[in-house]
């Protein structure tokens, strides 16, 4: 496995790669997730990149930037042990140089949800995942669901840009309990990380009801808040029950819907997700 920072060492080093390339964009701090978007991209690719970046333009001015955990060492010795070729680490002076004024800005799926309570969040995600794609130029991409929203918006921006990539959507990976994986969730205190799996708790009993024939989403939200409502450490930021296309909130379902909430445990905010139909 070589690990390369600068564009040109990763120009030099993918130029080596035999295709197709699968890549797997990350923050780092890799979990059971991330590897499992490794592993997959190894069974479907001939070279598998990852790139390891806390891309500062997705942060907030008062998210957690700062805290967000990173630890490099042991990210390389995990990516190592699934056979990854190649990892990129670049800089922040790397992807955004003085003089930096190019953005891309995808507009209608990013105003509901996370968009609505991360302003300007997905501009970032999309700006930086746009540059990673033009400078790894990958067959296919790997993209957790637990990012639901993120996954619409990088859908939509490599189809509206051209990029001839495939973007590839890997199921969640949970913990024992439900919790869904996130580096995030070190954050957590122990009382608090018992609390935590409430989240998919909530998920499970609005997909019960679905399957049980409800069909109005008001109905569905509702569940999914009764649930939250009973874990005193849980506070909701949104509850939806949205068209998986539009991202639209729904009266009724007709077609499917995307089930997803913020939720913070303490100071620590919280998604999850889960599709129904
Ligand atoms: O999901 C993430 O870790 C980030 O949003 C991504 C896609 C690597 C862009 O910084």
């Known amino acids: 496995m070589k690990t390369v ?8 080093a993918r130029a080596e790669l035999p295709a197709p390339i699968g890549f797997a964009p ?9 590897l499992s978007l490794g592993r997959r991209a190894k069974a479907e690719c001939a070279s598998v990149v990852f790139s390891i970046f806390v891309n500062p333009t997705q942060f ?12 490099l060492p042991a990210d390389l010795a995990l990516l190592e042990t699934i056979g ?3 990892v990129w680490t670049p800089t922040p002076a790397i992807l955004y140089p003085p003089g930096f004024q190019t953005w891309v800005t995808v507009e209608e799926i990013t105003q509901p949800l996370e968009g609505g309570m991360r302003p300007g969040h997905f501009r970032g995600v999309a700006t930086v995942v746009a540059k990673l794609f033009n400078a790894v130029g990958p067959d296919k991409a790997y993209f957790g669901q637990k990012d639901a929203q993120q996954v619409a918006v990088i859908r939509q921006m490599a189809s509206d840009l051209n990029f001839p990539l495939e973007v590839v959507i890997c199921p969640t990976a949970r913990e024992p309990d439900g919790l869904a994986m996130s580096s995030r969730n070190t954050y957590l205190t122990p009382e608090q990380r018992r609390a935590a799996p409430v989240l998919f708790q909530a998920l499970q009993a609005a997909q019960a009801s679905y399957t049980r024939g409800e069909r109005d989403a008001e109905a569905l939200r509702q569940v999914m808040s ?5 874990e005193p450490l849980a506070r909701p930021q949104y509850v939806s029950c949205a068209d998986p296309l539009t991202l639209q909130e729904l009266q009724t379902i007709e077609r499917g819907a995307l089930l ?4 913070f445990v303490g100071k620590t905010r919280l998604i999850d997700n889960l599709v129904l139909g």
């Open 5 to 12: 920072t600068s564009l040109s060492e990763l120009r030099a």
């Open 26 to 34: 990350t923050m780092g701090y890799l979990h059971e997730g991330h």
């Open 60 to 71: 907030g001015p008062t998210e957690d930037f700062n805290a967000y955990p990173r630890n």
């Open 84 to 86: 990854v070729d190649l």
């Open 226 to 230: 009764r649930v939250l409502a009973a």
């Open 260 to 263: 997803s909430m913020a939720v």
